[in-house]
Protein backbone atom coordinates (compact mmCIF):
# COMPACT_ATOMS: atom_id res chain seq x y z
CA UNK A 1 0.00 0.00 0.00
CA UNK A 2 0.66 3.22 -0.69
CA UNK A 3 1.16 5.68 2.21
CA UNK A 4 -0.56 8.75 2.59
CA UNK A 5 1.63 10.19 5.00
CA UNK A 6 5.85 10.33 5.48
CA UNK A 7 6.98 10.83 9.36
CA UNK A 8 10.69 11.44 9.30
CA UNK A 9 13.53 11.18 12.89
CA UNK A 10 15.37 14.65 12.72
CA UNK A 11 18.75 14.32 14.51
CA UNK A 12 20.69 11.26 12.73
CA UNK A 13 18.17 11.54 9.73
CA UNK A 14 17.34 15.03 8.49
CA UNK A 15 20.59 16.59 9.47
CA UNK A 16 22.66 13.46 8.65
CA UNK A 17 22.90 10.54 6.37
CA UNK A 18 21.95 7.70 9.42
CA UNK A 19 24.26 8.94 12.14
CA UNK A 20 23.46 9.88 15.27
CA UNK A 21 24.68 13.00 17.43
CA UNK A 22 26.63 11.05 19.90
CA UNK A 23 28.57 9.52 17.00
CA UNK A 24 29.03 12.58 14.84
CA UNK A 25 30.14 14.63 18.26
CA UNK A 26 32.51 12.62 19.01
CA UNK A 27 33.85 12.43 15.65
CA UNK A 28 34.23 16.14 15.97
CA UNK A 29 35.86 16.12 18.92
CA UNK A 30 38.48 13.59 17.46
CA UNK A 31 39.17 15.84 15.20
CA UNK A 32 40.07 18.24 17.05
CA UNK A 33 42.20 16.60 18.82
CA UNK A 34 40.51 14.95 21.68
CA UNK A 35 39.57 11.41 21.12
CA UNK A 36 38.06 10.32 23.99
CA UNK A 37 36.97 6.77 24.81
CA UNK A 38 33.10 6.01 24.87
CA UNK A 39 32.88 5.09 28.24
CA UNK A 40 33.89 8.85 28.97
CA UNK A 41 32.78 10.36 25.85
CA UNK A 42 28.82 8.86 26.10
CA UNK A 43 28.13 9.72 29.67
CA UNK A 44 29.28 13.34 29.30
CA UNK A 45 27.33 13.78 25.84
CA UNK A 46 24.27 12.33 27.50
CA UNK A 47 24.54 14.60 30.18
CA UNK A 48 25.31 17.58 28.13
CA UNK A 49 21.91 16.89 26.31
CA UNK A 50 19.59 15.54 28.96
CA UNK A 51 19.87 19.40 30.53
CA UNK A 52 18.34 20.96 28.05
CA UNK A 53 15.26 18.98 27.39
CA UNK A 54 11.92 21.19 28.07
CA UNK A 55 15.04 23.52 29.30
CA UNK A 56 16.02 25.86 25.92
CA UNK A 57 13.95 29.04 24.60
CA UNK A 58 10.95 28.00 22.16
CA UNK A 59 13.03 30.21 19.59
CA UNK A 60 16.45 28.43 20.20
CA UNK A 61 18.23 28.04 16.91
CA UNK A 62 20.00 24.80 16.47
CA UNK A 63 23.07 26.37 16.15
CA UNK A 64 22.12 27.56 20.11
CA UNK A 65 21.83 23.95 20.74
CA UNK A 66 24.54 22.89 19.38
CA UNK A 67 26.43 25.33 21.20
CA UNK A 68 25.16 24.21 24.40
CA UNK A 69 25.80 20.26 23.74
CA UNK A 70 29.22 21.02 22.65
CA UNK A 71 30.29 23.50 25.36
CA UNK A 72 28.75 21.13 28.28
CA UNK A 73 30.56 17.65 26.77
CA UNK A 74 33.67 19.84 26.72
CA UNK A 75 32.96 21.19 30.39
CA UNK A 76 32.24 17.83 31.30
CA UNK A 77 35.63 16.28 29.88
CA UNK A 78 37.89 19.16 31.11
CA UNK A 79 38.50 20.14 27.63
CA UNK A 80 39.78 23.26 26.21
CA UNK A 81 36.14 25.22 25.57
CA UNK A 82 37.91 27.06 22.50
CA UNK A 83 38.05 22.99 21.26
CA UNK A 84 34.71 22.22 22.20
CA UNK A 85 33.48 25.25 20.60
CA UNK A 86 35.38 24.46 17.41
CA UNK A 87 33.86 20.65 17.92
CA UNK A 88 30.58 22.44 17.61
CA UNK A 89 30.73 24.46 14.56
CA UNK A 90 32.29 21.68 13.02
CA UNK A 91 29.15 19.49 13.64
CA UNK A 92 26.62 22.88 12.74
CA UNK A 93 28.33 23.15 9.32
CA UNK A 94 27.90 19.25 8.47
CA UNK A 95 24.39 19.39 10.17
CA UNK A 96 23.30 22.66 7.48
CA UNK A 97 24.90 20.62 4.38
CA UNK A 98 22.71 17.87 4.97
CA UNK A 99 19.55 19.90 6.21
CA UNK A 100 19.69 21.36 2.80
CA UNK A 101 19.81 18.09 1.16
CA UNK A 102 17.15 17.07 2.85
CA UNK A 103 14.81 20.23 2.47
CA UNK A 104 15.06 19.98 -1.40
CA UNK A 105 14.29 16.08 -0.86
CA UNK A 106 11.11 17.01 1.53
CA UNK A 107 10.26 19.59 -0.92
CA UNK A 108 10.12 17.25 -3.62
CA UNK A 109 8.47 14.15 -1.49
CA UNK A 110 5.57 17.32 -0.25
CA UNK A 111 3.94 17.06 -3.91
CA UNK A 112 2.67 13.52 -3.16
CA UNK A 113 2.71 12.81 0.70
CA UNK A 114 1.75 14.52 3.68
CA UNK A 115 4.76 15.27 5.98
CA UNK A 116 5.69 14.78 9.45
CA UNK A 117 8.49 15.44 11.60
CA UNK A 118 9.07 12.75 14.85
CA UNK A 119 12.10 13.78 17.53
CA UNK A 120 13.35 13.51 21.03
CA UNK A 121 14.23 16.79 21.27
CA UNK A 122 14.35 19.82 23.68
CA UNK A 123 11.19 22.34 22.88
CA UNK A 124 12.67 23.88 20.11
CA UNK A 125 11.83 21.31 17.46
CA UNK A 126 9.65 23.56 15.35
CA UNK A 127 11.72 26.44 15.56
CA UNK A 128 14.52 24.61 14.44
CA UNK A 129 12.36 23.30 11.30
CA UNK A 130 11.33 26.34 9.94
CA UNK A 131 14.46 27.92 10.70
CA UNK A 132 16.32 25.36 8.36
CA UNK A 133 13.51 25.57 5.59
CA UNK A 134 11.33 23.09 6.44
CA UNK A 135 7.90 24.84 7.32
CA UNK A 136 6.14 25.18 4.20
CA UNK A 137 5.70 21.88 3.45
CA UNK A 138 6.26 19.76 7.06
CA UNK A 139 2.79 20.18 8.74
CA UNK A 140 3.36 18.21 11.29
CA UNK A 141 5.85 18.48 14.36
CA UNK A 142 6.13 16.21 17.47
CA UNK A 143 8.63 17.32 19.58
CA UNK A 144 9.21 14.99 22.74
CA UNK A 145 9.28 17.88 25.51
CA UNK A 146 6.77 19.72 24.09
CA UNK A 147 4.07 16.38 23.76
CA UNK A 148 5.74 14.91 27.00
CA UNK A 149 6.61 11.39 25.59
CA UNK A 150 9.97 10.49 23.79
CA UNK A 151 9.91 7.71 21.32
CA UNK A 152 9.56 4.55 21.30
CA UNK A 153 5.97 5.67 23.08
CA UNK A 154 3.35 5.34 21.10
CA UNK A 155 2.19 9.11 22.19
CA UNK A 156 4.63 11.03 19.87
CA UNK A 157 4.10 9.41 17.09
CA UNK A 158 0.17 9.65 17.23
CA UNK A 159 0.90 13.45 17.85
CA UNK A 160 2.18 13.95 14.49
CA UNK A 161 -0.21 11.76 12.52
CA UNK A 162 -3.36 13.24 14.29
CA UNK A 163 -2.74 16.45 12.13
CA UNK A 164 -1.90 14.60 9.22
CA UNK A 165 -5.26 12.84 9.23
CA UNK A 166 -3.05 9.49 8.87
CA UNK A 167 -3.57 6.39 10.91
CA UNK A 168 -0.10 4.02 11.68
CA UNK A 169 -0.91 1.94 8.64
CA UNK A 170 -1.35 4.91 6.31
CA UNK A 171 1.75 6.23 7.19
CA UNK A 172 5.91 4.91 6.69
CA UNK A 173 7.94 6.43 9.20
CA UNK A 174 11.83 6.93 8.62
CA UNK A 175 14.47 6.93 11.42
CA UNK A 176 17.56 5.86 12.20
CA UNK A 177 17.27 3.91 15.36
CA UNK A 178 16.61 0.55 15.95
CA UNK A 179 15.09 0.78 19.62
CA UNK A 180 13.09 4.32 19.36
CA UNK A 181 12.66 4.89 15.53
CA UNK A 182 11.53 1.12 13.72
CA UNK A 183 10.77 -0.49 17.43
CA UNK A 184 7.70 2.72 18.65
CA UNK A 185 7.02 2.37 14.63
CA UNK A 186 6.28 -1.21 14.94
CA UNK A 187 4.41 -1.23 18.10
CA UNK A 188 2.03 0.93 16.34
CA UNK A 189 1.50 -1.36 12.99
CA UNK A 190 3.19 1.54 11.40
CA UNK A 191 5.85 0.74 8.28
CA UNK A 192 9.24 1.92 8.87
CA UNK A 193 12.15 2.06 7.48
CA UNK A 194 15.63 2.13 8.89
CA UNK A 195 18.60 4.51 7.48
CA UNK A 196 22.02 3.76 8.12
CA UNK A 197 25.16 3.76 6.00
CA UNK A 198 26.61 0.69 7.42
CA UNK A 199 26.63 -2.21 5.07
CA UNK A 200 25.00 -4.90 6.18
CA UNK A 201 22.52 -3.79 8.89
CA UNK A 202 20.11 -6.01 9.57
CA UNK A 203 16.59 -4.14 9.84
CA UNK A 204 14.03 -4.58 12.89
CA UNK A 205 11.91 -7.32 11.09
CA UNK A 206 12.90 -9.86 8.48
CA UNK A 207 10.84 -7.58 5.40
CA UNK A 208 11.96 -4.55 6.67
CA UNK A 209 13.71 -1.71 3.83
CA UNK A 210 17.39 -0.62 4.80
CA UNK A 211 18.55 2.84 2.89
CA UNK A 212 22.28 4.06 2.99
CA UNK A 213 21.50 7.61 2.45
CA UNK A 214 18.14 9.62 2.81
CA UNK A 215 18.55 10.20 -0.77
CA UNK A 216 17.79 6.69 -1.85
CA UNK A 217 13.77 7.12 0.27
CA UNK A 218 12.37 7.98 -3.28
CA UNK A 219 13.48 5.20 -5.41
CA UNK A 220 12.30 2.82 -2.09
CA UNK A 221 8.84 4.26 -2.38
CA UNK A 222 8.96 3.94 -5.89
CA UNK A 223 5.63 5.80 -8.23
CA UNK A 224 5.59 9.31 -8.36
CA UNK A 225 8.19 9.81 -5.71
CA UNK A 226 11.04 8.08 -8.03
CA UNK A 227 10.23 10.41 -10.74
Request: net charge negative; proline share 7%; charged share 20%.
Amino acid sequence: MTPKALLFDFGGTLDADGVAWKERFSAQFAAEGAAVPPARFDPAFYASCDVLVGAVPADLSLAGVVERVAGGVGQRLGLDLSLARRAGERFLAESEAALAASRALLARLARSYRLGVVSNFYGNLAHVLDEAGFGPFVAAVADSAVVGAMKPDARIFLAALEPLDAAPGEALFVGDSLPRDMAGARALGMPHLLLSPVPGTAPCCPDDRVIRRLAELPGALGGEAAA
